[in-house]
């Protein structure tokens, strides 16, 4: 069920100033995927676009903040993974143009890595696993784990493997849990600087893991809810953690998927919803693949 993975990202994205949540959305998976689509080495792009208002119909989730009145201020999730270290390292060195754009969407970005068995899912029976924005009837939440200060981290992540996301992964009313067990994020470390972008996080603040669950439907959520594995789940996670910021996806936007890139992530979430929408299956063929990406014919040496 899980694929190989070397490394995989949790950039968690904060958007620019000023632009209103929805331009931060379609900005983000139009006109700044398609340079980011367009990179090497990817294995895996998904984009989660996150809400934290209808985060707290998560089950437990006012136990599990200290302030759900607090937005967290990140409202993306840009969900990268590699196959190898070399593939990480040939998307890192072709960065320049992705990073140059970053000041137009996004006012602060963390990157965040987890790598190889700290990468996992443990069950995943939705029906799409390339989701082109629309969920449909599922409730995905994705949980930001704090750890507590001062704890054993290989203790902490132990927790959430072998103890937190099992427990979540056998109940009946859950399709899917993934986590990544992220490194510990070093600010002095960071090499790859976006104009106008903060890339600093507090240790205080940082995030050690990421659980992804996925309901059904709003009765399965509300069936979990009542079980008394969620008490138990949610009792877990306050004695390893000092905060869990619960967000929704209200969308999950495909980019890469088993190596290859999606057709919304050739051709944006927006005309890829066209083309299966008319189903126009002349649009998904090689020679129209190829195609697009060819360089363009008619393109300028000072550019458009």
Request: glycine share 6%; charged share 20%; proline share 4%.
């Amino acid at each position: 069920m899980t694929e190989t993975i070397e490394v995989a990202m949790m950039n968690l994205l904060w958007p620019r100033r000023g632009l209103d949540r929805g331009l931060f959305f379609d900005y983000w998976s139009g006109a700044h995927t398609q340079i980011s689509s367009r990179l090497p080495g990817i294995h895996q792009y998904f984009q989660h676009h996150l809400d934290d208002v209808t985060g707290r119909l998560f089950p437990g989730s006012d136990e599990l903040s200290s302030d759900t009145t607090r937005s967290p201020g990140f409202f993306g999730d840009a969900e990268i993974t590699f196959a190898t270290r070399e593939n990480l390292e040939a998307f890192a060195a072709s960065l320049s143009p992705l990073m140059n754009d970053e000041q137009n969407v996004f006012a602060k970005t963390i990157s965040y890595q987890a790598t190889t068995e700290n990468v996992a899912t443990l069950i995943d029976d939705c029906v799409d696993d390339s989701p082109n924005g629309d969920l449909g009837q599922y409730e995905k939440y994705m949980l930001y784990l704090r750890r507590r200060a001062g704890s054993d981290l290989e203790g902490f992540r132990a927790i959430v493997r072998d103890e937190v996301a099992p427990s979540l992964a056998s109940s009946p009313d859950v399709i899917k849990v993934r986590y990544r067990l992220v490194d510990l994020y070093d600010n002095d470390a960071v090499t790859l600087l976006a104009p106008n972008v903060s890339n600093i996080e507090p240790e205080s603040t940082q995030a050690t893991a990421c659980i992804e669950v996925v309901f059904p439907d709003s009765m399965a959520r509300r069936r979990y809810g009542a079980s008394a594995l969620s008490a138990r789940t949610v009792q877990g996670l306050r004695e390893a953690c000092d905060e869990v910021v619960v967000m929704r996806a209200l969308r999950t936007f495909t980019v890469y998927n088993h190596g290859r890139i999606t057709l919304a992530g050739l051709r944006t979430p927006q005309m890829a919803a066209q083309i299966r929408t008319i189903g126009a299956i002349n649009q998904t063929s090689t020679e129209v693949e190829q195609l697009l990406l060819n360089e363009h014919t008619q393109l300028t040496a000072g550019g458009l």
